[in-house]
């Protein structure tokens, strides 16, 4: 009869238990949560890269149908919808004039994972990595 009571008596678990699983738990997260909000901030980076890489090919198409570079997005033939997490610049003249250079700057609007509002720089060679200021941890180019 005591032994019915012993075990009837203990269902749950103790604070003890409890206690231990809620660290864990919060141990867990600490580490996981920080690199979720990363890899969803360089997803959202790469439509940034995805855009410009389209940006700069439709430039180079004008470029070889007008002899410059235009000086408005409207201007060009490209595929894609703009960004939806930025803000896009205007094409200006790189190193030169528009007619061998260009240069544009897409800044990240909105909340951008504790990043601040970061820009992404393209011109006509390419990402310019010495004018944007996207952080290395979520820069889809530093695979």
């Given at each position: ?75 060009l ?9 930025f ?31 970061y ?25």
């Open positions: 009869m005591n032994s019915i009571l012993r075990h009837r008596g203990r269902k749950g678990f103790t604070l003890v238990e409890l206690a231990v699983v809620i660290i864990i738990i919060g141990v867990l997260a600490a580490f996981g949560v920080p690199r979720f909000l990363d890899s969803v901030e360089r997803s959202k980076a790469a439509e940034a890269f995805n855009f410009m890489s389209a940006v700069r090919a439709a430039q180079e198409r004008y470029q070889v149908r007008q002899g410059t570079y235009a000086d408005d997005i409207t201007k033939d490209i595929q894609m919808p703009t960004p939806k997490y803000s896009v610049g205007t094409p200006t003249a790189g190193s030169g004039t528009l007619e061998d250079s260009w240069s544009l700057t897409l800044t990240r609007t909105g909340a951008a994972g504790g990043y601040g509002a820009t992404v720089t393209f011109t006509d060679q390419g990402y310019d990595s010495a004018n944007s200021t996207i952080s290395d941890k979520i820069n889809p180019m530093q695979q």
